[in-house]
């Protein structure tokens, strides 16, 4: 089995940067794709970004693209998300998932993805945007 860690939520005031990280422990090798993900309170809870881990390919979400950059460190197993120009908007409490995606829907065909794809979860990290 995966194990997920997530760490780095803060309050930050808009314009602020923040960078989560993901460390990922146990039978990895199970899983070809990570994603963040975020839920508001009252909402539904919305990708970020994906990363396919076989090849560092990266999907952003259009409410973060060009502000928030995913990236991965495979020597220490671990997943990042770096929050740039953040807004209130972007207040959520935010996931770190792990999976086994095919027919290109990591980052080819995110449309296609499913919450059940992703198998494993982190506890959450709580990030806060001040006006």
């Known amino acids: 089995q995966v194990q997920l860690v997530e760490s780095g939520g803060d309050s930050v005031q808009a314009g602020g940067s923040l960078r989560l990280s993901c460390a990922a422990s146990?039978?990895?090798?199970?899983?070809?794709?990570m994603g963040w993900f975020r839920q508001a309170p009252g909402k539904e809870r919305e990708g970020v970004a994906t990363?396919?881990?076989?090849?560092?390919?990266?999907y952003y979400f259009d409410s973060v693209k060009g502000r928030f950059t995913i990236s991965q460190d495979t020597v220490k197993n671990t997943v990042y998300l770096q929050m740039s120009s953040l807004k209130p908007e972007d207040t959520a409490m935010y996931y770190c998932?792990?999976?086994?995606?095919?027919?290109?829907?990591?980052?080819?065909?995110?449309?296609?993805?499913?919450?059940?794809?992703?198998?494993?979860w982190g506890q959450g990290s709580q990030v806060t945007v001040s006006s």
């Open positions: 998932a792990a999976g086994f995606l095919t027919g290109g829907r990591c980052t080819v065909f995110p449309q296609l993805q499913k919450l059940s794809d992703f198998r494993f």
């Open positions: 146990g039978d990895t090798s199970s899983c070809n794709c």
């Open positions: 990363i396919w881990t076989g090849g560092s390919l990266r």
